[in-house]
């Protein structure tokens, strides 16, 4: 069974830290790896992607991967309250096919 | 104004009814899915389509069905069969490649009376 583990969290930051979210797979074979924030009620909204290994910045957001360890993670500087979601890991197991994590919520205190 | 939708948003329906939740794309995908997703989790797959006239089961494709008879349209109906149909049902497309990204709809929240 492949699986992809996050932290549920609540993970509690106050505005303008830095928020670190971790995710960890099983497929060694997995290629390509998204993260996701979705807020509550809402659909996921794709944030970044990653394939491959070190760190990809976009504006606030930085994916890291290290596909030795197996492990995707996504920082957000300067953290905002409109942060305030949950952020869904998701990892390319095969073509089209994509298992997600739990997600993991975060929560930014003004 | 491209992009996916799904009608409706909110549905009741009562045990022992089939009911379809439509899905629309109109950013010329030619792979769709359906997932679910129940509160506190992730999104698990039901189904999904490459192409049309084919598709393919996800992990929990029991009690489910679909079709993919246009490219733009990939509706999932919910049979009586599934036991346990309260979820929110999330539609996606993307591009068939090795590394693409999926794009979601609004959802549909199904609620069994």
């Known amino acids: 069974q492949k699986e992809v583990e996050q932290n549920s969290g609540p993970l509690s930051v106050p505005e303008g830290a830095i928020a670190s979210l971790n995710c960890t797979y099983s497929?060694?074979?997995?290629?390509?790896f998204f993260w996701y924030r979705q807020y509550s009620g809402k659909s996921p909204e794709l944030i970044m992607f990653i394939y491959s290994n070190g760190d990809k910045e976009d504006g606030r957001f930085t994916a890291q991967l290290n596909k030795a360890s197996q492990y995707v993670s996504l920082l957000i500087r300067d953290s905002q309250p409109s942060d305030s979601a949950t952020y869904l890991c998701?990892?390319?197991?095969?073509?089209?096919?994509?298992?997600f994590g739990q997600g993991t919520e975060l929560s930014v205190k003004p | 104004d491209g992009g996916i939708t799904q009608s409706p948003k909110y549905l009741f329906r009562k045990e022992g009814q089939n009911v379809t939740l439509s899905c629309e794309q109109n950013?010329?995908?030619?792979?769709m899915y359906w997932y679910r997703q129940d509160p506190g989790q992730g999104l698990r797959l039901i189904y999904y389509s490459q192409i049309v006239n084919d598709f393919q089961k996800g992990d929990i494709a029991e009690g489910y069905s679909v079709s993919r008879e246009k490219k733009e349209s990939f509706p999932l109906t919910v049979t009586s069969a599934q036991k346990n149909p309260t979820a929110f049902y999330l539609c996606?497309?993307?591009?068939?490649?090795?590394?693409?990204?999926?794009?979601f709809g609004p959802g549909t929240r199904l609620t069994v009376l």
């Open positions: 950013l010329n995908h030619d792979a």
């Open positions: 497929d060694r074979g997995s290629q390509s």
């Open positions: 996606a497309s993307s591009w068939v490649a090795e590394n693409a990204e999926q794009f």
């Open positions: 998701a990892v390319n197991i095969a073509r089209g096919k994509l298992i």
